[in-house]
Nanobody
Framework: QVQLVESGGGSVQAGESLRLTCKTSGYTYTRYCMGWFRQGPGKEREGVAGISTGGTYTVYADSVKGRFTISRDNTKDTLYLQMNSLKPEDTAMYYC?????????????????WGQGTQVTVSS
């Protein structure tokens, strides 16, 4: 069955870094664009970063541009999110998601498969 399993979340101080990992299985990973989404307390789920099937195209929410980097390893069916210079407003549950072609990027309602999430907490 389809599985997306996130890891790497945790509690950090503002300015520190985390690297999230999403290991996938049960579907043809290379046929799907991938994305990271987050949902903070009392907020709607929002798109954070997206990446094309081959990894050559990436897109970011304005709030994370220059701080976060999305990447994928198609030999390992794995997605990553490097998060630097973390801020308290980055505190949220982070989810990875798979989006079939044609990709919508950063649209939560367009994703086909979801992970269970990993919590990121940033304190000031």
């Amino acid at each position: 069955q389809v599985q997306l399993v996130e890891s790497g979340g945790g509690s950090v101080q503002a300015g520190e870094s985390l690297r999230l990992t999403c290991k996938t299985s049960g579907y043809t990973y290379t046929r799907y664009c991938m994305g990271w989404f987050r949902q903070g307390p009392g907020k709607e789920r929002e798109g954070v970063a997206g990446i094309s099937t081959g990894g050559t195209y990436t897109v970011y929410a304005d709030s994370v541009k220059g701080r976060f980097t999305i990447s994928r390893d198609n030999t390992k069916d794995t997605l990553y999110l490097q998060m630097n210079s973390l801020k308290p407003e980055d505190t949220a549950m982070y989810y990875c998601a798979a989006d079939s072609v044609p990709c919508s990027y950063l649209r939560a309602d367009a994703s086909d498969y979801w992970g269970q999430g990993t919590q990121v907490t940033v304190s000031s």
